[in-house]
């Protein structure tokens, strides 16, 4: 838990930073993301009057899979503008843990891309276009077969049914 003791905050603001364990996320398995060690936070708590203000930056590093190529890839989630406001919290020990918890949910994209100019997977033959060069281009159609002379009626299918 990040807990900011507001008793230890002077005239100036106190510097409030370390790691944090990534389980406080409660990613759900199917996140499609993974964290990468701890929780970093870099904070700034400041009294204003009996309130406590907290500002600063948050980052974790993240395994997440792309959802153009599907490839793994790693990234850091960042907030650069946490600001949280606590009300009457002079001489109390505030747990900021849900808050920073909460931008570091809102920060998460709604779709993961491992570049911003990631070209995915080819429908056709499903390389990565990427590392691989698509093949469906240079090899030539199988000829479809030809077609019977007859489409086959549904009667067909009824007669050949042995009763
Ligand atoms: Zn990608
Ligand atoms: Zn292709």
Redesign the pocket.
Same mark, same amino acid.
Not at 96 to 118: G, N, Q, T
């Given at each position: 838990m990040i807990k900011i003791n507001t008793n230890h905050i002077g005239d100036l603001p106190l510097v409030v930073d370390g790691t944090e364990d990534s389980a406080i996320l409660e990613l759900s398995s199917d996140a499609g993301l993974t964290p990468n060690g701890k929780i970093h936070y870099n904070l700034l708590a400041t009294m204003t009057g009996m309130d406590l203000l907290v500002t600063g930056t948050v980052k974790l590093a993240v395994t997440a899979i *792309?959802?153009?190529?599907?490839?793994e890839?790693s990234m850091e989630l960042s907030v650069k503008d946490v600001c949280h406001l606590y009300e009457k919290a002079e001489g109390q020990e505030i747990n900021v843990s849900d808050d920073i918890r909460e931008d570091l949910l809102l920060a998460l994209p709604l779709v993961f891309? *491992?570049?911003p100019d990631?070209?995915?997977i080819c429908t056709g033959c499903g390389a990565?276009l990427?590392t691989e060069k698509c093949s469906c281009g240079k090899k030539k159609k199988k000829k479809s077969e030809p077609e019977k002379p007859d489409d086959p009626s549904p009667w067909d299918a009824l007669s050949a049914l042995k009763f």
């Amino acid at each position: 838990m990040i807990k900011i003791n507001t008793n230890h905050i002077g005239d100036l603001p106190l510097v409030v930073d370390g790691t944090e364990d990534s389980a406080i996320l409660e990613l759900s398995s199917d996140a499609g993301l993974t964290p990468n060690g701890k929780i970093h936070y870099n904070l700034l708590a400041t009294m204003t009057g009996m309130d406590l203000l907290v500002t600063g930056t948050v980052k974790l590093a993240v395994t997440a899979i *792309c959802g153009r190529c599907l490839e793994e890839f790693s990234m850091e989630l960042s907030v650069k503008d946490v600001c949280h406001l606590y009300e009457k919290a002079e001489g109390q020990e505030i747990n900021v843990s849900d808050d920073i918890r909460e931008d570091l949910l809102l920060a998460l994209p709604l779709v993961f891309k *491992c570049s911003p100019d990631c070209k995915g997977i080819c429908t056709g033959c499903g390389a990565n276009l990427n590392t691989e060069k698509c093949s469906c281009g240079k090899k030539k159609k199988k000829k479809s077969e030809p077609e019977k002379p007859d489409d086959p009626s549904p009667w067909d299918a009824l007669s050949a049914l042995k009763f």
